[in-house]
Every structure is written in C-alpha cells, then in structure tokens.
C-alpha cells in the first residue's frame, strides 16, 4: 500500500469528486509514445522488468515476490482503483511492444493529493530519460487529475532517483518509514510539492 502524504489537504466533496472522474477519464497520450494503462496482457512484461532487481528493489510499494501471480493481483487490483478514481497503473511500450517501464500513480481524492512510483528497464536507465520522464509525469498528473499536492519517496541508497527528484524542485522534508507488501520496513527520504509551487517553477 503507498503511504498518503505527511501534510494532510482537505477536499471539498465537489473537487474530490471532479478527480476521481478526471482519473477515471484520463486519456494517456498526452504522456509521451508508447503510455497504456496496464491490463493483464501486460503481466508478462511486468513480471520480466520487474524481476530485475536494479528495476524493482528501490520500489516499495511493489508485490513481493513478483511473479505471474503477484503481478496478476497487482494489475488487477490497480484496474479496480482507476474505476473508483483512485489510481492509475501505466505501462510504457518500446518500439517492439514490450514493457519497458511502468508508473503507478496512487490518488487519494479526498485530500486533492498524489504519489508517483515507478521505474524504467536497466538498459534504458541513465540516459536522461528518467528524468525527463517524472517531470513530464508530474505536470501531467497535476494539470490532468487536478491534484493540489503530491509526494514522493526514494531509498536511502536510491542517489539517482533522489537527483532527479531534487532538480525537479520538490521540498525534502526529512525521511519517512514506509511498509512494503511483504512486511518489510524502509527508511525513505521524503518530499513533497504542491501544484502552486509546480507552476511557479515549471510555468513562468
């Protein structure tokens, strides 16, 4: 389960209301090429990005272990949370058609609020694309769900993530204990932004 933001929002039953239908509505190819919501063909390509450890270790809201039955669950699970407004699960698609990356963005309406998780295949890892990527992601999540604030987390060990992260220009504010599928803890630095300070940065 993600872990909902330290800073606690509180959305009118109307704004509330108008993010769950803009989540339910959302129409991906403003993202970038190749960014479908995940459905269960997609397991397979799940299972094979994520079964790399360099993908999915610094992820703490993954299944644990990841294998077809997981991973099943998982996209099943986050299908349900985009019909109640709740969740996005997306994968990106390579020139070939596989799996190449995949984000999970969690909302929780009642308090305007967003996480973002995700990561991309090793092979395409530190070559800017990652980062480009999350602000693409961010802009998008803000603009199109219309969320007022989101947080991210990052391993303690997770530098590249943390990099991007930071020139992104969300706020540290101190480290988190996050709970992974399988029981386990984590020590996570934690940041925060709100959609004011997004545009402030991004948009002028």
């Not at 989540?23 to 919501?37: E, I, N």
């Not at 703490?60 to 349900?80: F, G, H, K, N």
């Not at 305007?112 to 998780?117: D, G, T, V």
Request: aromatic letters at 6%.
């Amino acid at each position: 389960m993600s872990t909902p933001p330290k800073t606690v929002l509180q959305a009118s039953d109307e704004e509330a209301e108008a993010i769950r239908d803009a989540v339910r509505a959302a129409d991906l190819a403003s993202l970038g090429p190749g960014r479908v919501r995940a459905d269960l063909s997609h397991v397979p390509g799940l299972v094979a990005l994520l079964a790399d450890a360099r993908v999915s270790d610094p992820i703490y809201d993954l299944p644990r272990p990841i294998t077809p039955e997981s991973i099943t669950r998982w996209v099943a699970e986050a299908q349900a949370q985009a019909l109640a407004g709740e969740g996005l699960l997306t994968v990106t698609l390579d020139e070939r058609g596989e799996v190449a990356g995949y984000a999970k963005i969690t909302v929780w309406p009642e308090r305007a609020s967003a996480e973002l998780a995700g990561a991309i295949r090793a092979d395409l890892q530190s070559r800017g694309q990652g980062g480009r990527g999350m602000v693409r992601s961010f802009d998008w999540i803000f603009e199109t769900l219309g969320v007022r604030l989101m947080c991210l987390t990052a391993a303690l060990d997770n530098i590249r993530s943390q990099k991007g992260i930071d020139a992104a220009g969300f706020r540290r504010m101190g480290e988190r204990e996050v709970t992974r599928p399988d029981g386990a803890t984590r020590r996570s630095v934690y940041w925060e932004m709100t959609r004011e300070e997004w545009v402030k940065r991004h948009r002028l």
